[in-house]
């Protein structure tokens, strides 16, 4: 689904584990333009069966021309290591030419973070 309203633009995404109802998706994301500065939402289970979707979300033209990129990783649950790939992915996509950063998750998904050294290697910051 993609929505115009008032500059900015939303994309709501997700994968679900198969009923299909609402209340059982797994992962979404979302992306909120403020001029040159784009947040990315993450909610959810990011593993392989939600980063197809969220390639899908990062290829749109509205986020490769952002000048800084704030994933918000707030409401993610889980990530695996496909996830995780994802998330330095990110980085290595749009960093050419936009400034990549991050909002920590919760406990878990930093303690993941941090048990892999990912946490060393991305760019964190207090909020978005």
Known sequence: ML??????????RGST????????????CAVELSGEVVVVRLR??????GVGELDRLLEDAAVR??????????????????G??????????????????FVPGPEAVQRVLSLTGFERVLTFVDDA
């Not at 959810?44 to 069966?49: H, K, Q, V, W």
Request: zero cysteines.
């Open 65 to 82: 021309r952002a000048r800084r990129v704030v994933v918000d990783l707030r409401e993610l649950r889980f990530v695996d290591s496909t």
């Open 3 to 12: 929505a115009d309203v008032d500059g900015m633009v939303m994309h709501a």
């Open 44 to 49: 959810g289970e990011l593993d392989l069966a």
């Open 17 to 28: 584990n198969g009923g299909g109802h609402p209340e059982e998706v797994l992962f979404r």
């Open 84 to 101: 995780l790939r994802r998330l330095i992915g990110i980085r290595e996509h749009l960093a050419p030419s936009a400034e990549v950063v």
